[in-house]
Structure formats: C-alpha cells, structure tokens
C-alpha cells in the first residue's frame, strides 16, 4: 500500500494542525488553571463551590488582652536568674563578656 505524494503531503499537513489544535487547547486549559488559582479565596476548593470550613484572620496587637503584672514579674525573675546562670558558666570558662550586662 503505497501513498502517493499529495496523500503524504495531505497527512503530513493533517498532523501538523491536529498539533497546532493540541497546543492552542493546552494553552487555553493552562491559562484556566492560572486564572482560577490567582483569583482563589483561601479555602476554596480548586474547581470550585464554597469554601471548606471556616477561614481564620489575625488579629491586630490592640485586639489582644493585657497581660497581669505577675505574668511579667515573673518572666523578668526567670530572664534574670538565667542570665545569672549564663554569666556564670561563662566566667567558668574564662569569658566576661555577660558581666558587661
């Protein structure tokens, strides 16, 4: 079964534009798939429909409560007893350099 040379010309030119179709559609699914990620709520689901659960914010600094004066009396004790502790471990090893602090 032998082609002659317009049928070969006719598949070759048949190939090329069932490629060129290929890519054209390619293009177009790939810049779908681009669109709907950059205009994503958080929490939504790829292809679509409502978030799933619930979609959390943080909150501003003036939001959060005071902590009691006891709770900071007693990081500023135990920052000061550790660098006590540090100060000396290094003069144990030769370093002053924490007793600058």
Do not use: H, Y
């Not at 598949?11 to 534009?17: D, E, F, N, T, V």
């Not at 709907?36 to 501003?60: H, I, M, N, Q």
Request: glycine residues 10%; proline residues 5%; charged residues 25%.
């Amino acid at each position: 079964m032998l082609f002659n040379f317009w049928q070969i010309i006719a598949l070759m030119l048949g190939l090329i534009l069932l490629g060129a179709v290929l890519a054209v559609v390619c293009i177009i699914v790939g810049g779908w798939i681009v669109f709907k990620a950059k205009s994503a709520v958080p929490g939504e689901r790829f292809l679509g429909g409502p978030p799933k659960g619930e979609v959390f914010a943080l909150t501003d600094a003036l939001d959060t409560p005071d902590f009691p004066d006891e709770n900071k009396k007693n990081v500023l004790e135990r920052s000061k007893k550790f660098i006590e502790t540090l100060g000396r471990r290094e003069m144990l090893n030769g370093k002053s350099q924490m007793s600058e602090l």
